[in-house]
T-cell receptor
């Protein structure tokens, strides 16, 4: 049972345009969400997080939106750059204090120059 | 964040052998974890490495197959025992508790291939 789903395995976007990566979850107890970026041969790098008490969190070019009623979150990257090409994972936790996160299967983003 | 290193970065092993992966952090951290990422799959938590006590394993993972040590607050090892080709994965350690945050920070991973 995949509690965190990233239904798009890949996405291609032109440089300068917006990239939107989506993530759906099934467990209504999840209350903390994170996005990670992973380059080949490297470990995942933390990008941005959001708590369930918010519906938006912004950090530079990265914005995460949370729709609790739809159990959906999305990561927006504006403007997209070729260096953003990587695999993006969303992760969720029901109890941040335990630091146990359930990861999605990832979306491979390719930003075309 | 912290600097997290793993050794080895990759290895090719024979069926039936064991491999120990090391994870070193440049600062003391509250919690350390071990994950596995099988080809085309997501990251799956194997266990929480507890300092000074036995690791806490997730469902589907057992100590005999994946013994873990954590002798101090900056170092941990994961052993993959009696390996089979199904153990071919990327193994990652992660840490949390830096500056009181909830985020996990990952090491570069160890790519294991079992023949």
């Amino acid at each position: 049972d995949q509690q965190v789903k990233q239904n798009s395995p890949s996405l291609s976007v032109q440089e300068g345009r917006i990239s939107i990566l989506n993530c759906d979850y099934t467990n209504s107890m999840f209350d903390y969400f994170l996005w990670y970026k992973k380059y080949p041969a490297e470990g995942p790098t933390f990008l941005i997080s959001i708590s369930s008490i918010k519906d938006k969190n912004e950090d530079g070019r990265f914005t995460v939106f949370l729709n609790k009623s739809a159990k959906h979150l999305s990561l927006h990257i504006v403007p997209s750059q070729p260096g953003d090409s990587a695999v993006y994972f969303c992760a969720a936790s029901a109890r941040p204090g335990t630091y146990k996160y359930i990861f999605g299967t990832g979306t491979r983003l390719k930003v075309l120059a | 964040s912290a600097v997290i290193s793993q050794k080895p970065s990759r290895d090719i092993c024979q069926r039936g052998t064991s491999l120990t992966i090391q994870c070193q952090v440049d600062s003391q951290v509250t919690m350390m974890f071990w994950y596995r990422q099988q080809p085309g799959q997501s990251l799956t938590l194997i266990a929480t490495a507890n300092q000074g006590s036995e690791a806490t394993y997730e469902s589907g993972f057992v100590i005999d197959k994946f013994p873990i040590s954590r002798p101090n607050l900056t170092f941990s090892t994961l052993t993959v025992s009696n390996m089979s080709p199904e153990d071919s994965s990327i193994y990652l350690c992660s840490v949390t508790g830096l500056a009181g945050g909830n985020e996990q920070f990952f090491g570069p991973g160890t790519r294991l291939t079992v023949l």
